[in-house]
């Protein structure tokens, strides 16, 4: 019952429709809608009256109004480091969320975490000085992005690069980012539709495996895809798709999408997989959902890692991983266990985390379990 509600909902939000509903699990509901980052883009479709229990109708208001308001700062947030690199001569590319904004009705039906902006590696360090120089605040680093945070406290992520070591099948074809732009203006590129497409497709089963994705992860695509048929050569998107291995789960999302869009009837394992997307959450911040177990389904059955290997992996992350959180391994990479120390003793403190793994270390029957959502998505 409440699978269908959602669907309808996604689907009469596409065409400004509202709808009246009875539902039995109003919570169930307003979770769903929460934590699949779907507030912004349901909620005008609710017809208050369909709430027997006005305090769900009253946190999805809620939810609704900071979405209006985090989407006006980052949407500012975006033409001030537009204008930024711009007057530095920073070419830059706005990426996903950033972008994607753009492409639905109105842009706040598109939360996003955080801005993604990628410079050309020999620009990363002018880059980072420039946003320093306007206020923004260096707060932590990954391999491929540094992040900030702008003294509104909307965080930004500086890209050196649209890979990590999540993308490795697809690395070669990623990798060279600034071959597939055209300029937009002045410094401002954007990524050619097929090459983006493509690249966003990556980035889902990036977060599939490492944390987890709920429904408007997968919408994105449907939103891309209908804003830029137009402009898409099909050929070269297919060819794209069959030389990176994703038309299976190109064809996977299509059908998800087509379900959530109430378009077809959902088989029942298509039911079991929309659950486990569902329950996930965008990023896997599902009150359900263990990152942990995602990840090591991963490397265990895709990668090949033993249990022990696991668990080793996670507790000494290898240099290349790890290099940007502490950046004087790039210097000193004989520091490398000093690194493993401090990063072990920081984990001790984050007690609920440290539990999470050693349960997923554990956990075989859901790791088969979740070896059949990747099955199924071809991943």
């Known amino acids: 019952m409440t699978d269908k509600i959602l669907f309808s909902l996604i689907a009469s939000s596409f065409k400004h429709n509202k709808i009246t509903f009875e539902c039995d699990n109003e919570l169930e509901l307003t979770r769903n809608i929460i934590e699949n980052g779907l507030v912004g883009l349901l909620f005008q479709s609710i017809d208050k009256s369909s709430f027997k229990v006005p305090k769900y109708h009253q946190m999805l208001l809620d939810a609704f109004g900071a979405f209006v308001s985090k989407d006006i700062q980052q949407m500012n947030l975006i033409d001030q480091i ?14 996903k969320g950033s972008h994607l904004k753009m492409l639905y009705p109105e842009s706040y039906m598109r939360g996003m975490g955080d801005i993604d902006v990628v410079v050309p590696l020999d620009m990363f360090d002018v880059a980072q000085d420039a946003l320093k120089q306007n206020q ?53 590129y954007g990524l050619k539709a097929e090459f983006e497409y493509v690249y966003l497709l990556t980035h889902l089963i990036r977060h599939i495996r490492t944390s987890g994705v709920g429904i408007r992860s ?17 050929t070269l998107l297919n060819n794209y798709l069959i030389e990176n291995n994703l038309d299976k789960f190109n064809t996977k999302v299509k059908h998800l999408n087509q379900i959530f869009l109430n378009e077809i009837e959902p088989t029942e394992l298509d039911l079991a997989i929309i659950d486990y997307i569902k329950f996930s959450g965008i990023h896997g911040k599902g009150l359900k959902h263990d990152v942990y177990l995602t990840k090591r389904t991963h490397e265990q059955t895709r990668l090949k890692k033993s249990k022990l290997g696991f668990f080793f992996s996670e507790v000494f992350p290898s240099k290349d991983r790890i290099k940007e959180t502490y950046p004087y391994l790039k210097k000193h990479p004989w520091l490398l266990p000093w690194a493993w120390t401090v990063r072990i003793f920081k984990q001790l403190f984050k007690v609920k985390n440290t539990k999470k793994r050693l349960k997923s270390i554990s ?8 070896k059949g959502v990747y099955d199924y998505l071809g991943i």
Request: no cysteine; proline share 0%.
């Open 363 to 370: 956990n075989d029957t859901e790791v088969d379990s979740v």
């Open 218 to 234: 997968l919408l994105d695509m449907y939103v891309f895809y209908e804003s830029k048929k137009d402009l898409i050569d099909e």
């Open 82 to 95: 537009k204008t930024i690199f711009n007057e530095h001569q920073i070419k830059h590319i706005f990426l």
């Open 136 to 188: 923004f605040k260096y707060v932590s680093a990954t391999s491929h992005h540094h992040g900030f945070e702008s003294i509104e406290g909307i965080d930004v992520e500086l890209h050196q690069s649209i890979i990590s070591s999540n993308e490795y099948e697809n690395e070669a074809f990623l990798k060279d980012v600034w071959l597939h732009t055209t300029q937009l203006d002045q410094f401002t």
